[in-house]
């Protein structure tokens, strides 16, 4: 467990400590986390919506409704789940679906939480049917009930909760159960961002890290980004990382187009695994259509990975197109490449 004064942040998961090579970056994670709907870029609408609730939440002086976020990683679900709790002006509570292995740790959990404390699960889908049920009556009624003892001597404990509000994120909404998903009173679906957007959050995110970052170089750290902020940020630091090391005081596209050809992360943001992606099947499988699985045998890698990380921004951009039978790669595609598709799916030079 760890405890973060400010907001009175309490963290609990499963996952090791994290190695010092990588604290920097959570250090810069949380400089540039947004703490208020002001300085939140993008996703209007549901800024506009979360913000009119928080407001009348204040206003009857009672607890959020439960709130679930969903769409691809890294789109700011757990940031706007920051500032709800920033704007209510309560206690954090951050777990996930996974560190929740048993009923005990969802009642110990939601027991210690007091009045309008924001409780928040990442991965929300993973967490096991068996630790969901008690989830139900908590967020409707307020209480866990649970069976101690056995046979004759076994009897239910009614525990009484405090209100709270319980935010919900998951990358994979067709996972949760209806009697889950029903009991969010508010639902949100986080899209892709667009260009200019990504370019106001980089602007922002350098003059936090001290960088002096023009508009241009913001667009072209942008256009490499996959739609995603969090993807923003983190080229955005390998670009401060390459500037230092050459000690270069000004940014240009063209020092934008070096430090990230170095990381493999070409003109359109894919990176050396997607490229892979596509040329498996434009060359072993003459274009598609291809299941997943062979996908993954021949490229070594995670169903999941493919599925989840790989995936949405190639059918985002029209890369490839999934069918009943299979995946199949575009023409832009293969053009990408350099290749080209002729009618009958067989390879050719451009």
Known sequence: MAENLKNKEIIFSDEDPVESSSENENVDSNILRPKSFNEYVGQEKIKESLSIAVKASKKRDEALDHVLFYGPPGLGKTTLSYIISNQIESNFIHTSGPALERPADAVGLLSNLSSKDVLFIDEIHRIPKSVEEYLYSAMEDFRVDFITGSGAFAKTINLRLESFTL????????LLSSPLRDRFGLSYHLDYYHEKDLGDIIM????????????????????????????????????????????????????INESLEIEGVDSLGLDRLDRQYLRIIYTNYQGGPVGIDAISASLNEDQATLSDVVEPFLLKIGFIIRTSQGRKITNEGAKHLGLKLTSNGQEKLL
Request: hydrophobic share 30%; net charge positive.
């Open 167 to 174: 935010v919900g994120s998951t990358t994979r909404p067709g």
């Open 204 to 255: 922002r995110s350098s003059k936090l890290m001290d960088l002096k970052m023009n508009k241009e170089s913001a667009l072209e750290i942008a256009k490499r980004s996959r739609g995603t902020p969090r993807v923003a940020n983190r080229l955005l630091r390998r670009v401060r990382d390459y500037v230092e090391v050459k000690n270069i005081k000004k940014f240009n596209t063209k020092l």
